[in-house]
């Protein structure tokens, strides 16, 4: 399917709520998007379906979800489905297209395989300092292509990278990967770029600062970053 027509029906599309998520901690609806010919499932995260937490601003997770969909585009990697910000049937929030998937199948099933998709997914949470990379967010779909999913718990200003992949933990990075954060970082450092741009609107300046920092950082050492203090390791781990 052709993203931008993905895309457009996202955002343009009429929404038909078919039922609550059960086992998610927020408001998630599972539901069907149509425009035209198209009909599509999303879920959709709304803004006042958000359970309050001490450590993120309350109503900000549909945009950390919006940002990191923006931070995977610009990477080239498309970890994350596509997903927008609009007004829904629950008022406004996130909606991501629904990506079919046998749910069973998880991070813990992928051992020996996938490892250049995974060291993409675990620098990339490393970017946007993921708290909450569980097993069941990675998940695999029928064509065999990893995805990430659930990435409300992000972009903190505080180190909290919490993730099931610690497997390359210390090790360099590939020149094929450090190629595509440089260019990253160069996005997020020009004056007008449409990423930089939208980011700065989700983010406060701090976050946006210390997304940088982070992005420096790894361009720095050229490795994987080692567990921090502190839980290295999400729960449940599924």
């Given at each position: 399917?052709?993203?931008?027509?993905?895309?457009?029906?996202?955002?343009?599309?009429?929404?038909?709520?078919?039922?609550?998520?059960?086992?998610?901690?927020?408001?998630?609806?599972?539901?069907?998007?149509?425009?035209?010919?198209?009909?599509?499932?999303?879920?959709?995260?709304?803004?006042?379906?958000?359970?309050?937490?001490?450590?993120?601003?309350?109503?900000?997770?549909?945009?950390?979800?919006?940002?990191?969909?923006?931070?995977?585009?610009?990477?080239?990697?498309?970890?994350?489905?596509?997903?927008?910000?609009?007004?829904?049937?629950?008022?406004?929030?996130?909606?991501?297209?629904?990506?079919?998937?046998?749910?069973?199948?998880?991070?813990?099933?992928?051992?020996?395989?996938?490892?250049?998709?995974?060291?993409?997914?675990?620098?990339?949470?490393?970017?946007?300092?993921?708290?909450?990379?569980?097993?069941?967010?990675?998940?695999?779909?029928?064509?065999?292509?990893?995805?990430?999913?659930?990435?409300?718990?992000?972009f903190h200003t505080e180190y909290?990278?919490?993730?099931?992949?610690?497997?390359?933990?210390?090790?360099?990075?590939?020149?094929?990967?450090?190629?595509?954060?440089?260019?990253?970082?160069?996005?997020?450092?020009?004056?007008?770029?449409?990423?930089?741009?939208?980011?700065?609107?989700?983010?406060?300046?701090?976050?946006?600062?210390?997304?940088?920092?982070?992005?420096?950082?790894?361009?720095?050492?050229?490795?994987?970053?080692?567990?921090?203090?502190?839980?290295?390791?999400?729960?449940?781990?599924?």
């Open positions: 399917m052709d993203r931008n027509e993905l895309l457009k029906t996202l955002e343009q599309g009429e929404i038909d709520v078919l039922g609550l998520v059960p086992w998610g901690s927020n408001y998630t609806f599972l539901t069907d998007i149509c425009l035209d010919n198209l009909e599509i499932q999303a879920i959709y995260k709304p803004r006042n379906g958000e359970r309050p937490l001490w450590d993120f601003t309350r109503g900000s997770l549909c945009l950390r979800e919006r940002s990191a969909y923006l931070v995977s585009e610009a990477l080239g990697w498309h970890i994350v489905p596509p997903t927008i910000l609009r007004k829904g049937p629950q008022g406004f929030g996130s909606v991501q297209f629904f990506v079919e998937h046998d749910p069973n199948v998880t991070y813990f099933d992928f051992e020996g395989s996938y490892v250049e998709e995974l060291q993409q997914i675990a620098l990339f949470d490393a970017m946007i300092n993921n708290a909450d990379r569980k097993g069941g967010h990675i998940i695999r779909d029928y064509e065999e292509q990893l995805w990430g999913i659930d990435q409300g718990l992000c909290k990278l919490r993730t099931v992949i610690w497997e390359f933990a210390g090790r360099k990075i590939s020149g094929k990967s450090l190629n595509a954060i440089r260019h990253f970082r160069d996005k997020l450092l020009a004056e007008g770029d449409v990423v930089g741009r939208e980011l700065k609107s989700h983010l406060s300046k701090v976050e946006f600062k210390t997304l940088l920092h982070r992005v420096m950082e790894l361009l720095e050492t050229g490795r994987f970053p080692q567990p921090g203090p502190g839980r290295p390791y999400p729960w449940p781990l599924v």
